[in-house]
């Protein structure tokens, strides 16, 4: 938080809402109490309450960080297996899921132990997940059920652990300031949704996809991702990596954050919903707020790796305080 060009972005974002919130306030006044007005009063008023969760976050540092976003994984993994019935025999798996597998992989990611962080959740507990299920005994369904069980740890938990992740990069010339480096990335992913909604519903035409998402267009997805790139090229004093080549990631990780959003919303309206939850008033759930940093915040991670030539691998060896323990146990 004494990184000054965070905290001018910081300053940004609540210049913006002060904005919105004016702007918004002069037009419900002059257009009435329509759905669209209220819809909008609601979404900017959730955003002042968002930024204040999301910058005392930072402000308690790399261990708040992380704790901030197992509570976010942990509220997503539930809107997620809350919207279809869970059967009784998926209760035990389900508890160990949210009490030990959770838990256990934002405790790798914060150490950090990389290597063990990358394979836990999709090598070890999804070998474990269905071998729990399994011996409750109930089969009616049992690869749909797992299934879903899988698919909300990989996306809720092992997708979005990534997020936090970003202030373990080891970037040469940018040390100590990769906590700008997170908020940039949540920043213009916001920007992005944002952006796509308004320019959809402004000069939205052609629906992209309307069976998965009705509000989707082609226009929005266009003018919308144009005016994320320029935002986030513009903003280029505040990451690692030269203008141009930054305007190319943020193409590339714009449309992935777009594509996981319309991957959840499949999932979404597979199972009978509109919105994932009511937790955000005029945005649904957490979860209908995170979709697009699904896909973005892994892509993201790993490219801005490889172009740096970050050995994560190398970096982050299994922790000392591991190895004493296990040596602890071997002897005792």
């Given at each position: 938080m004494k990184d000054p060009e965070?905290?001018?972005?910081?300053?940004?974002?609540?210049?913006?809402?002060?904005?919105?919130?004016?702007v918004t306030a002069v037009l419900c006044r002059r257009g009435g109490a329509t759905?669209?007005?209220?819809?909008?009063?609601?979404r900017v008023r959730a955003w002042w309450w968002m930024m204040l969760v999301f910058?005392?976050?930072?402000?308690?540092?790399?261990?708040?960080?992380?704790?901030?976003?197992?509570?976010?994984?942990?509220?997503a993994l539930r809107e997620f297996l809350t919207?279809?019935?869970?059967?009784?025999?998926?209760h035990r798996t389900l508890t160990w899921v949210f009490f030990f597998i959770l838990p256990i992989h934002y405790l790798l990611a914060w150490a950090p132990w990389y290597g063990m962080f990358l394979i836990w959740i999709p090598v070890y507990s999804f070998v474990f997940i269905p071998i729990r299920s399994a011996l409750a005994g109930e089969t009616e369904n049992f690869i749909e059920r797992t299934s879903r069980i899988q698919w909300g740890v990989l996306t809720c938990v092992y997708f979005l652990s990534y997020v936090p992740m970003i202030l373990s990069l080891k970037i040469p010339g940018y040390e100590g300031e990769n906590a700008k480096l997170l908020f940039f990335v949540v920043l213009v992913t916001q920007i992005s949704d944002v952006m796509q909604y308004v320019f959809g519903k402004c000069f939205g035409k052609h629906k992209l996809v309307p069976s998965?998402?009705?509000?989707?267009?082609?226009?929005?997805?266009?003018?919308?991702?144009?005016?994320?790139?320029?935002?986030?090229?513009a903003l280029?004093?505040?990451?690692?990596?030269?203008?141009?080549?930054?305007?190319?990631?943020?193409?590339?990780?714009?449309?992935g954050g777009f594509l996981g959003g319309l991957?959840?919303?499949?999932?979404?309206?597979?199972?009978?919903?509109?919105?994932?939850?009511q937790g955000i008033p005029g945005h649904g759930g957490v979860l209908d707020r995170l979709d697009s940093l699904l896909f973005g915040a892994p892509l993201?991670?790993?490219?801005?790796?490889?172009?740096?030539?970050?050995?994560?691998?190398?970096?982050?060896?299994?922790?000392?305080?591991?190895?004493?323990?296990?040596?602890?146990?071997?002897?005792?």
């Open positions: 965070l905290l001018a972005l910081l300053g940004g974002v609540v210049a913006v809402l002060v904005l919105s919130s004016v759905p669209t007005l209220i819809n909008l009063r609601q910058g005392g976050s930072l402000a308690l540092g790399r261990t708040g960080i992380f704790g901030f976003y197992t509570l976010l994984s942990f509220l919207l279809s019935t869970t059967p009784r025999g998926d998965v998402s009705p509000s989707k267009t082609r226009e929005g997805l266009l003018y919308g991702g144009l005016a994320a790139v320029g935002i986030g090229t280029w004093w505040a990451t690692p990596c030269t203008r141009w080549a930054r305007g190319g990631r943020w193409a590339l990780w714009g449309l991957v959840m919303s499949a999932v979404k309206r597979s199972l009978g919903a509109k919105d994932w939850g993201f991670f790993h490219v801005t790796g490889f172009y740096f030539g970050t050995n994560m691998t190398v970096a982050y060896p299994r922790p000392e305080w591991i190895d004493r323990l296990l040596h602890l146990w071997m002897n005792s």
